[in-house]
């Protein structure tokens, strides 16, 4: 018996001190990234998330952090000691990959996880994660938005990580799960489509998943006290709102508009490409809207405060609808590809105040094209913007993103004529649905449309410091830049 403790032991021993010159050979924890410029430390490399199911356990305060649970399946792309996620603002309690307890640690805003054995290339890999969600402190960053009655979701540009761990960059699409247990007296939406609800005692589970896959920065939950009321799209869409239950026979009148605003883009550039949609009203201020998949979010105050025009909230509407094609089902292969998403979302949302509230889209363009080189110095080019200002990640969203790049199509149109620019929004749409797709990508397809290169007309208009003459106006001028005081 002492002869075999002594083997033991040295077994032992020996198993320990290898243990401990492999850990020596892996490099200290450190955020990685997959080299975007304006986040550099955003996405990680080696792995594709092919699904994420996410629970979170809300017990009715928004002082309290939320329990949450994240199962992430991926396929790694490349051998990996260790996985990073993008993490912060809560505390994990612990972390498995492939069923065996695993190692982590915290690098800047990164959870790096080390596996017990090596994944290898080619190779699925499940990674749960038992964290917490901490919706306080987020107003300004992003992430959850408390509102009057509950949350909401507003991850945009790169917040998605401040609620759960992923790969929160919009070149990792991936197909969602969310599972919301809340007290009985509230109601939970998400993305997709709800699969079930189940009830515990003083609590609800609810049930969402999406159907098409979904950039972590378009995810989308509420809970709150909360009506759904729901109507029939274009085609038999079913389409569902979320709003206060104090407030939605004030809102109906503005949530019956949706199913027109789906039949005037399915004219425009063809069928809706997901499973549902709705509008989701926050009793919050956020000082914006936001396009998160099949369900936009929408400030109370933009439908209630009487301070906008009819015509004006109904193009906000439409602006969003067209993100859902415009950003969520073609979505930017990296950040600087955003003029894609906003470009395109503004256009639809002035050609629709022209077609129904007169509102000219010459004149609005032609004023844009009055501040466009200001706009391009304040904020770079289309295509290639400034990286916003630090701690303002929202100041990405700048006015070159919005009637900056509608410009560009504008000038694309005036290039290529009405037909074949009706062509090109078509295809585009159609032959990216559910991917991600770049500047690059949009270039070439319309260039194949025209039936001619392109690429000197939108190395001009995309990537110059100054706007370009505006083809068929060429009396329209852009006022000089002035140098704008830091701050």
Known sequence: MLHTSRRRLRAVLLAAASAALVAAALPSPEPLGIGDPLFPHLGNPGYNVLTYDIAF????????????????????????????????????????????????????????????????????????????????????????????????????????HRVFPGNDHPADKAYFTFRITAPNKLTAVANGLRKSKKTSGANTTWTYRTSHPMATELAQVSIGTSAVPTRTGPGGLPVRDVVPAKDSAKLEPWLKKTPGHLEWMEQKVGRYPFETYGVLVADANTGYELETQTLSLFERSIFTSGLFPAWYIESVMVHELAHQWFGNSVTPRGWSDLWLNEGHATWYEATYSEEKAGQPMERRMREAYKRSDQWRADGGPPAAPKPPAAGQKISLFRPVMYDGSALVLYALRQTIGKDAFDRLERAWVREHRDGTATTADFTQLASTIAGRDLSAFFRQWLYAPRTPQMPGHPQWRSTAPTARKAG
Not at 128 to 144: C, F, L, M
């Open 57 to 160: 356990t809300y017990r009715g305060a928004n002082s309290t952090p939320l329990n949450a649970v994240t199962k992430i399946d991926a396929l790694a792309t490349e051998p990996l000691e260790r996985v990073n996620l993008d993490f912060t603002h809560g505390t994990v309690s612990a972390v498995e990959v492939n069923g065996a307890a695993a190692e982590f640690a915290t690098a800047g805003e990164d959870l790096v996880v080390e596996p017990v054995a090596a994944i290898q290339r080619g190779s699925r890999m499940r990674i749960t994660v038992k964290h917490t969600s901490d919706p306080r402190g987020t107003r300004e960053a992003g992430g959850w938005v408390q509102t009057g009655d509950g949350l909401a979701m507003a991850n945009q540009a790169d917040a998605a």
